[in-house]
């Protein structure tokens, strides 16, 4: 395939815009070679400025669970422009939208909008300190949860790719609040809360994580730190912005059957649109202004195209939950595949996979951590990456990160997908 249009359009970035992208992830710099630039999009495919037509497997990271451009949200958000953008007043949309997560989402009642993922935990932590009155927060290494900076301590995927897991700019008094563990570890947890008796705010972790590859925490795990959190007063929160609507109606909290004290959500619940939130039960949220005297505010937050799109993305998946068990019968389906093309070539992998999420890592031992996920081969990657790239497929150009499957790929695609992991030379 060539790219020259693209080459040419990322040259011209660079002159513009820092490294030419407006998110670290998007520059290829984990892969090498210049990032594509995309024309448009629509159902499972891109269409870049070279006329190449590629298989997604990314979704914008993930939001565009039905496909791009998918119809009934394209239309909303239209229908939705015609009459204002933005008002900075209050719309009944905004309730439209907070009374579906509700409905949907178990143990939750109130919910806040804002403008990204990032956002909805910066905010959340502070919620939750402000509850509590304790400072420290613990985390887990490999997790990614935004670029606030509480959070750029060891932070997976974006972070983790470019080197800089402590970014400079973040200052000594923040990283001292937060409290670093391995995924999957409930000792190390313990022991962090012990030499840190009564000062922990917040334990969040992605409940299933994507931003380390996908890994799946062990029941032992995820109910442990709840049980945990219950009996030292802290709050647990569960980082949705990758699982919520897309694991399921409900996200990690049921289909783990694990309770979060506070949620955060984002990329499926804007449905292409920039949207974040954060919700838990009403006691907690009271805390938050206006009611509370936690502030937290967005000149944007709530904007009636972004509720738009929002609504009538979760509308979809409420009203056909068939979806979830179709895109995990996918994703299954494709793991197989790649499996089988993997080991007749003879190459060391492991597949990690959750629902819709699969990551496919080029190492012996299997991926549980942040630890065992950096151990993949990334010269294996690198050409995997590229090679699927030529045969047509775009995949993340980044081993720390996972697929997220969209339901309008066909099984057609999958198996055009596995055919390309045959052909390329690893
Ligand atoms: C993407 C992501 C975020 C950050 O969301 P942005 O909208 O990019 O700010 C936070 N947490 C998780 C788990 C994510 O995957």
């Known amino acids: ?57 990314i979704a914008s990271w993930g939001p565009l669970i039905l496909g791009h451009a998918y119809e009934p949200v394209i239309n909303a ?29 178990p143990n939750i009642e109130r919910i806040r909008f804002v403008n990204s993922g990032t956002e909805a935990c910066m905010s ?25 900076d509480s959070f750029l301590i060891q932070a997976g995927s974006g972070a983790v790719t ?24 409930l000792d190390e947890v313990q022991n962090l809360v012990s030499a840190n008796k009564g000062e922990i705010a917040a334990i969040i972790l992605e409940p299933i994580a994507g931003n380390m590859g ?84 967005g000149t944007l937050s709530g904007n009636p195209l972004a509720m738009s799109a929002g609504l009538a993305m979760l509308t979809e998946l409420n009203t056909n939950p068939n979806i979830f068990k179709s895109l995990e019968e996918k994703t299954a389906y494709l793991h197989k595949g790649i499996a089988t093309a993997l080991e007749s070539k003879g190459v060391t992998h492991q597949i990690n996979r959750y629902g819709s999420m699969i990551s496919v890592h080029f190492t012996d031992e299997p991926v549980v951590d942040f630890a065992s996920s950096a151990k993949g081969n990334n010269d294996t990657f690198k050409k995997y990456f590229h090679g699927m790239l030529e045969q047509g497929v775009y995949l993340p150009p980044s081993a720390f990160e996972s697929y997220f499957l969209n339901d309008a790929l066909s099984y057609q695609d999958l198996d055009d997908t596995i055919a390309a992991v045959e052909k390329i030379a690893l």
């Open 1 to 57: 395939m060539i790219y020259k249009r693209s080459s040419a359009l990322f040259a011209e970035a660079k002159q513009y815009i820092p490294g030419g992208v407006n998110s670290p992830v998007r520059a290829f710099k984990a892969v090498g070679g210049d990032p594509i630039f995309v024309k448009k999009a629509k159902g499972a495919y891109l269409y870049d400025e070279d006329g190449n037509k590629l298989i997604d497997y």
């Open 77 to 105: 958000i239209v229908e939705k422009a015609q009459k204002g953008t933005s008002f900075g007043m209050p719309t009944e949309i905004e309730t439209d939208l907070a009374k579906l997560a509700v409905e949907m989402v």
């Open 124 to 148: 959340a932590v502070r919620l939750a300190r402000g509850y509590t009155g304790k400072d420290k927060i613990i985390k887990f290494s490999g997790c990614y949860h935004g670029h606030s």
């Open 162 to 185: 470019f080197g800089s897991p402590n970014s400079p700019g973040v200052t000594q008094g923040t990283a001292k609040d937060t409290l670093l563990a391995a995924y999957n570890n």
């Open 214 to 297: 996908c890994i799946v925490p062990t029941d032992s795990f995820i109910k442990g730190l709840r049980e945990l959190c219950d009996h030292e007063g802290i709050l647990l929160v569960f980082d949705e912005v990758m699982t919520g609507f897309r694991l399921g109606k409900g996200g990690a909290q049921e289909v783990l059957g694990v309770k979060a004290d506070i949620v955060t959500f984002g990329k499926v619940i804007g449905g292409g649109l920039p949207v974040g939130a954060f919700a838990a039960n009403a006691d907690i949220m009271g805390h938050l202004a206006p009611d509370g005297p936690v502030y937290q505010a």
